[in-house]
């Protein structure tokens, strides 16, 4: 089968080559055919190689698929079940990470598609225990949104603690900020912002607008935290969520929030150095929540949106294409022609 491939360390160094069906080597796993698997910011950042990976390995941890062989300890599911997957793989659930419920950052995780073999391909192998059905109403190429959708469930919802009347302010109109400002309006944000530069102007702002924001706003073109101020009457963002990772970007959570809000903060600066106003966020007595990776009760939360919500979300996958295109597609979404895109085999 055709899998699109890291086959060693160092800039570039992908492309698609024949590979090997997978096969269950353990009894807990199971066999997938692949429907959809969306390329994430971390490919791009494996392409580049500033994100570790064990090559040569199968690229791609955003998928949906069928199972078509199951292990003989697997009890749970059967052929034909429609899945998505937790990319924990690896994780030792002995750790004291592990065993205070946060598996997902787990020092020895190994996810598909940097760790172990991912979903670019046609088939995939993982262990049963971190699968999720994909409820009957949601199609395969939507479900395979889940990942980044519990991301933003982990961090808008458990970590953020949105409530009713919450006014959010999300920074940063990548597929994560947009899924953000998504989950923000399904649990009852009452106003929800999106703010980016004018890069995002094109594509991206109007898709969050599309999918739940009620403001969209370019920072280059006008103060965007005076606009917040505006709106909720000078108090500021209840919730912040920093989806940029930029120094503009953190800059402007640190001005919206409001004083005893939160700020949670997902987007991975490019320099691991970054200038905080700190005595700023002492006067606020601000909360700044970090976060990484998706939980597991984030998983169920994220599919129980798509198949409950009256947005169309499949309007951020901009491509549904083949893997023998992928450099086209990780051009367009380098220069932000595309919000999501998806390789289909
Ligand atoms: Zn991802
Ligand atoms: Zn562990």
């Given at each position: 089968?055709?899998?699109?491939?890291?086959?060693?360390?160092?800039?570039?160094?992908?492309?698609?080559?024949?590979?090997?069906?997978?096969k269950?080597?353990?009894?807990?796993?199971?066999?997938?055919?692949?429907h959809?698997?969306?390329?994430?910011?971390?490919?791009?950042?494996?392409?580049?190689?500033?994100?570790?990976?064990?090559?040569?390995?199968?690229l791609?941890?955003?998928?949906?698929?069928?199972?078509?062989?199951?292990?003989?300890?697997?009890?749970?599911?059967?052929?034909g079940?429609?899945?998505?997957?937790e990319?924990?793989?690896?994780?030792?659930?002995?750790?004291?990470?592990?065993?205070?419920?946060?598996?997902?950052?787990?020092?020895?995780?190994?996810?598909?598609?940097?760790?172990?073999?991912?979903?670019?391909?046609?088939?995939?192998?993982?262990?049963?225990?971190?699968?999720?059905?994909?409820?009957?109403?949601?199609?395969?190429?939507?479900?395979?949104?889940?990942?980044?959708?519990?991301?933003?469930t982990?961090?808008?919802?458990?970590?953020?603690?949105?409530?009713?009347?919450?006014?959010?302010?999300?920074?940063?109109?990548?597929?994560?900020?947009?899924?953000?400002?998504?989950?923000?309006?399904?649990?009852?944000?009452?106003?929800v912002?999106?703010?980016?530069?004018?890069?995002?102007?094109?594509?991206?702002?109007?898709?969050?607008?599309?999918?739940?924001?009620?403001?969209?706003?370019?920072?280059?073109?006008?103060?965007?935290?005076?606009?917040?101020?505006?709106?909720?009457?000078?108090?500021?963002?209840?919730?912040?969520?920093?989806?940029?990772?930029?120094?503009?970007?953190?800059?402007?959570?640190?001005?919206?929030?409001?004083?005893?809000?939160?700020?949670?903060a997902?987007?991975?600066p490019?320099?691991?150095?970054?200038?905080?106003?700190?005595?700023?966020?002492?006067?606020?007595?601000?909360?700044?929540?970090?976060?990484?990776?998706?939980?597991?009760?984030a998983?169920?939360?994220?599919?129980?949106?798509?198949?409950?919500?009256?947005?169309?979300?499949?309007?951020?996958?901009?491509?549904?294409?083949?893997?023998?295109?992928?450099?086209?597609?990780?051009?367009?979404?380098?220069?932000?022609?595309?919000?999501?895109?998806?390789?289909?085999?």
């Amino acid at each position: 089968m055709r899998a699109l491939v890291k086959y060693a360390e160092g800039k570039g160094n992908i492309e698609v080559r024949d590979v090997e069906m997978p096969k269950i080597n353990k009894p807990d796993e199971v066999l997938i055919k692949v429907h959809a698997c969306g390329v994430c910011g971390t490919d791009l950042h494996i392409l580049n190689d500033e994100f570790k990976s064990y090559p040569p390995v199968t690229l791609g941890h955003e998928f949906s698929g069928t199972i078509v062989e199951t292990g003989t300890s697997v009890t749970k599911w059967k052929k034909g079940d429609r899945v998505v997957c937790e990319p924990f793989t690896g994780v030792c659930f002995r750790c004291e990470t592990c065993r205070r419920g946060w598996v997902h950052v787990c020092e020895h995780k190994r996810s598909p598609g940097w760790g172990i073999n991912g979903a670019f391909t046609d088939y995939v192998v993982v262990p049963d225990i971190f699968l999720h059905k994909i409820p009957d109403n949601v199609d395969n190429v939507t479900a395979a949104l889940c990942e980044p959708l519990a991301i933003v469930t982990h961090e808008v919802l458990e970590r953020g603690e949105i409530g009713p009347q919450d006014f959010v302010a999300v920074i940063g109109s990548g597929p994560i900020g947009i899924l953000a400002a998504f989950a923000a309006k399904e649990n009852g944000a009452s106003k929800v912002a999106v703010i980016d530069k004018a890069s995002g102007t094109a594509l991206r702002l109007p898709t969050a607008e599309k999918v739940g924001a009620d403001y969209i706003f370019n920072s280059d073109d006008l103060d965007a935290a005076k606009a917040i101020l505006d709106i909720t009457g000078g108090k500021g963002a209840d919730l912040v969520v920093e989806a940029s990772g930029a120094q503009g970007g953190i800059d402007l959570a640190v001005n919206t929030v409001k004083k005893l809000g939160t700020i949670t903060a997902v987007g991975i600066p490019s320099s691991d150095r970054i200038s905080v106003r700190w005595g700023d966020l002492i006067k606020k007595v601000a909360t700044i929540r970090f976060n990484l990776s998706s939980s597991y009760t984030a998983w169920d939360r994220a599919l129980s949106m798509m198949s409950n919500t009256k947005r169309d979300l499949s309007q951020i996958i901009t491509h549904r294409s083949s893997i023998e295109d992928w450099k086209q597609v990780f051009d367009d979404l380098i220069a932000g022609k595309g919000v999501k895109a998806m390789f289909i085999p």
